[in-house]
């Protein structure tokens, strides 16, 4: 038979027990963390935020993108650069995902984007444009688009703490910056 003392012995291990699971990072339960709170240790709140906002600023660049590809009578360095953005920004946006995924998060939305983001009214005017003047469009639009990334991204050098994120960022930087050079000579040419 059991003492009431053992009982109560039994009772404080399973009450620890239960606390200790509670306190524990999520990922180590073998479950996805839903809370900042619950982040690895090698990430902080800077960290997810800017990647929760770098996806889908990503996605509306591949859109954008795509936009003009669709379109007849574009000049042709227009459409490598818009060709170039999608191959690098798709990429990118599997790595993000995959280290929400692997920190407990989904995909947000309903969040604020970050800057440079194109209104619905910027896309429907991409989207209406033909000619020289889509790819002038698109070139001044895609130049704030990745103005905004960039300075996302010094922003998350700042604060944040992962490594993996901070050398996104830094590839971020040095590739959007070198495109808007770019964009910035064909703007100038047609």
């Known amino acids: 038979m059991y003492t009431h003392r053992t009982l109560a012995v039994v009772g404080v291990l399973a009450a620890s027990l239960a606390l200790s699971a509670c306190a524990a990072p999520a990922s180590d339960m073998g479950m996805g963390a839903n809370s900042p709170s619950e982040q690895s240790t ?14 889908p600023h990503h996605q509306q660049a591949i859109e954008m993108s795509d936009t003009i ?6 000049d042709p360095r227009v459409q490598e650069l818009a060709q170039q953005i999608k191959d690098a920004q798709a990429p990118e946006i599997e790595l993000m995902q ?5 920190w407990g998060f989904g995909s947000m939305s309903g969040m ?12 429907a005017a991409l989207d209406s444009a033909t000619g020289v003047e889509a790819s002038r469009l698109f070139l001044t639009q895609m130049i704030e688009h ?3 990334a960039i300075d996302m991204a010094k922003e998350e050098l700042d604060n944040g703490v992962n490594a993996d994120v901070k050398a996104l960022c ?21």
């Open 112 to 123: 604020d984007h970050g800057g440079g983001m194109m209104s619905d009214d910027d896309m």
């Open 98 to 102: 995959g280290w929400l995924d692997d």
């Open 42 to 55: 090698d990430t902080n709140q800077a960290d997810t935020s800017f990647t929760m906002m770098m996806i």
């Open 146 to 148: 990745h103005q905004g």
């Open 69 to 74: 590809l669709a379109k007849a009578n574009i």
């Open 170 to 190: 830094d590839r971020i930087i040095s590739s959007q910056a070198a495109e808007i050079e770019t964009m910035k000579t064909i703007l100038a040419t047609l």
